[in-house]
């Protein structure tokens, strides 16, 4: 049989030769024939004599004048053996075989019986020669590629590793033969194969990394833009709506028409007058202003809070560090802790200075006029007010609504989620749960956004320029653009709050409050 090559890898040295070498087997021939004058002997019935050396070329090795007899397989080369690996083919012996052994210098003799026929390892050896004798085994097998190659030792100081001639050993079923033939007066051994070719390397499943990483390419996300189709339909879903919204502003003229609503309208105009002092003082106007700024902040932050995933500060109060909450919560917490204070100062000055009764129903005629202000207002024919002296009915009633509900239910909801809620009040926290809070607090803050929306839009389709001087001037002229002038003001300071919402800015104003960590 051939010889038995291990798996070659890379090489230890750029440029190198693959690691390991090719290994070389050390055989021992049944006795064989002395040489013939034809150049061949045969490899049976001729008696014992001495081993012969391998060397020269890969093909075989040669000796002056010596026969060649039958010796005997030691059960395996002196030395270490070498460690055994992985095997070659699933389910199979681990690799090397475990005749595999590290074999001492190449010139000493080693003509030990074997213990097993089975299991016995065949060899060529050399008696020691004069300088004039052929090369011992490792020389031969260096030749030939068949002798491992040494690495690093394997330990500080040692010598390198395998030992020096290590060669593995083929058990006896699948040794080679050795056939002799002579060549200018001088015999030469060669190894022939005793079975299949088997210089190929086994077949076997790769285990290991197969040298490209997985990569999963990622889909290109489908484009936003719409197609020709889509916004041609959207065009006509919009002009549909707008008709639907004109018929609707028709059909409630047609409506309010009628004898009977005409009637209606006359009864409840959509205000009644209130004891109130006419007139809007300053107080309301500055606190309208910080109200429209805080709640713009609130509603940014709120909206963060539920998107964020990965918090880009923390913030944790001094005496408390385990109360750890994102810079984000602590933010829009501290906005809502102001607009409280903001809307508790109003409601006092309300009940003081008597402007209550503009804002709180005082009357069941509240609500009809409230419906006649609504229908007034959905068929564009805006009802006769005058918000310097009295407020519609609709609006009354939306202005309660935000103020003594909407504000409230906000603030607890809010503090029900915040860490101000005490964590030892078990029975509280079962009495109040908090996914009522959570379920709550978020359809408040679209009411609010509702409110602000249609607030705004009324405030400049009834007449915004008296509109914005009864809120930002305190006045209630109808020509001066003071108003006009505060509530631009009032944008820009928004706009910058709303830029300057984040941990670049926040940082060092939460720091003097607590302490501010990274992620």
């Known amino acids: 049989m051939a010889e038995r090559m291990l798996r070659r890898g890379l090489p230890r040295v750029k440029g190198g030769e693959p690691w390991p070498a090719a290994v070389s087997v050390e055989v021992a021939a049944p006795a064989v024939a002395a ?57 199979g012996e681990a690799w090397p075989p475990a005749a595999a052994a590290a074999a001492p210098a190449a010139a000493a003799p080693a003509a030990a019986a074997a213990s097993s026929a089975a299991e016995s390892v065949q060899r060529v050896e050399a008696p020691a020669a004069p300088a004039t004798a052929a090369p011992a085994v490792t020389a031969a097998a260096a030749t030939d590629g068949s002798v491992l190659r040494r690495g690093l030792p394997r330990t500080a100081g040692g010598d390198p590793w395998p030992p020096a001639g290590t060669l593995v050993a083929v058990p006896a079923a699948v040794a080679p033969a050795v056939e002799v033939e002579v060549v200018d007066d001088t015999p030469v051994a060669t190894l022939v194969p005793a079975g299949p070719d088997v210089s190929t390397p086994l077949p076997f499943t790769r285990t290991v990394w197969a040298g490209t990483a997985p990569r999963r390419v990622a889909e290109p996300a489908a484009s936003r833009r719409p197609t020709w189709t889509q916004a041609i339909a959207g065009l006509f879903g919009a002009a549909g709506l707008g008709l639907v919204a004109i018929a609707g502003i028709f059909l409630v003229r047609a409506f309010l028409s009628l004898p009977f609503m005409q009637d209606f309208l006359a009864a409840f105009p959509g205000e009644y007058h209130t004891e109130a002092a006419p007139g809007i003082p300053g107080w309301v106007g500055w606190q309208h202003f910080f109200n429209m700024f805080l709640m713009l902040l609130i509603i940014r932050s709120g909206l963060r809070v539920r998107t964020e995933k990965r918090p880009e500060a923390f913030w944790a109060p001094r005496n408390n560090p385990k109360g750890k909450t994102s810079l984000t919560i602590w933010f829009h917490q501290s906005l809502d802790l102001l607009w409280m204070i903001n809307g508790v100062v109003f409601v006092v000055l309300l009940f003081v200075s008597g402007h209550w009764m503009r804002i709180v129903p005082t009357s069941w005629e509240v609500f ?152």
């Open 35 to 91: 040489p013939s004058a034809a150049g061949h002997g045969s490899v049976a019935d001729t008696p014992d004599v001495a081993p012969i050396a391998a060397s020269g070329p890969a093909t075989g090795v040669s000796a002056p004048e010596v026969s060649v007899s039958a010796v005997e397989a030691s059960a395996a080369p002196s030395g270490v053996a070498l460690r055994r690996g992985l095997p070659r083919v699933a389910g």
């Open 368 to 519: 009809p006029n409230a419906l006649s202000a609504l229908l007034q207002y959905v068929s564009f024919d805006w009802p006769t007010e005058n918000g310097w002296v009295n407020y519609n009915s609709l609006q009354v009633l939306a202005y309660f609504t935000t103020v003594f509900i909407a504000a409230p239910l906000a603030a607890i909801t809010g503090f029900r989620m915040s860490g101000l809620w005490p964590k030892n009040a078990e029975g509280l926290s079962k009495a109040y749960k908090i996914e009522w809070a959570r379920k709550l607090h978020f359809p408040i803050m679209l009411y609010f956004v509702a409110f602000i929306v249609v607030h705004v839009a009324l405030v400049f389709l009834t007449g915004f320029q008296a509109n914005l001087n009864h809120m930002f001037a305190s006045s209630d002229s109808t020509t001066s653009w003071a108003g006009f002038w505060f509530f631009v003001l009032a944008l820009v300071v928004m706009a910058g709050g709303w830029i300057a919402a984040r941990p670049l800015v926040l940082a060092p104003i939460a720091r003097l409050f607590g302490t501010v960590s990274g992620r």
